[in-house]
């Protein structure tokens, strides 16, 4: 029997994707605080303290006077990691594979900021060797999790009452042309993994390119 290797890649991006959404349902004992979103730093001194001088390596996310997070990889192999300490911010490694930065955090952590993000808002990413780019929120989505313990639940749209798989919601948020994509949860009646946030911020217009600003030797 010859193996099917496109439906093998499928069932396995599906497993991936489901894990993603399904990670941030469990949100884990609240560590002690890493960092602060309410005592923001100015730009310049919080990009200097995240750079390490590696090139590609996305290393921190700036939104003046609401958020300043050191931002961890996941694990190889890992899709549904999310980092148990509060002060920090994961990137989705599998979004890269699509052009575009998943951030994710738990809401009882440093999620919690992203309920407050608005369309609008200018978004910095600061990369290791000191580069920048720059974004700005469009978009926000809120879905409520029909089966919320179960990593197979649909989604259900908070806005046009659309009803979406974990596999359309997926494409949905972390597929098309690039973009930023902060995910947390929605706490609900007796749970706090009830639903899911998605705040999508697009590429700053008079930002074509990237920045670069380095930290003093």
């Not at 949100?27 to 390490?52: K, M, R, T, W």
């Not at 996941?74 to 999310?82: L, S």
Request: glycine fraction near 10%; charge should be neutral; hydrophobic fraction near 40%.
């Amino acid at each position: 029997m010859l193996l099917n290797i496109k439906a093998l890649r499928t069932s396995l991006n599906v497993t991936f994707l489901l894990a993603i959404l399904f990670s941030l349902f469990v949100s884990p004992i609240p560590a002690q605080a890493l960092g602060s979103g309410e005592d923001i730093p100015n730009f310049s001194e919080f990009s200097e303290s995240v750079q390490n001088d590696e090139s590609g390596v996305l290393r921190g996310v700036y939104v003046r006077q609401m958020l300043a997070f050191p931002i961890v990889q996941q694990p190889a192999g890992n899709a549904g990691f999310v980092s148990p300490n509060d002060g920090e911010i994961t990137q989705f490694g599998m979004a890269s594979q699509f052009g575009n930065v998943g951030l994710l955090a738990h809401n009882n952590l440093s999620g919690r900021f992203f309920s407050q993000l608005a369309v609008g808002q200018e978004v910095r990413l600061v990369y290791g060797d000191g580069k920048v780019e720059y974004f700005v929120v469009t978009e926000v989505l809120e879905f409520q999790a029909l089966e919320p313990t179960s990593p197979y639940s649909s989604f259900r749209s908070l806005d046009s009452g659309e009803t979406l798989t974990a596999e359309q919601l997926f494409n949905k948020v972390y597929r098309g042309d690039r973009h930023v994509a902060f995910q947390t949860c929605i706490e609900g009646p007796g749970s706090l993994s009830w639903g899911r946030l998605f705040v999508i911020a697009t590429p700053k217009p008079q930002y074509s390119g990237a920045r670069r600003i380095s930290r003093p030797r």
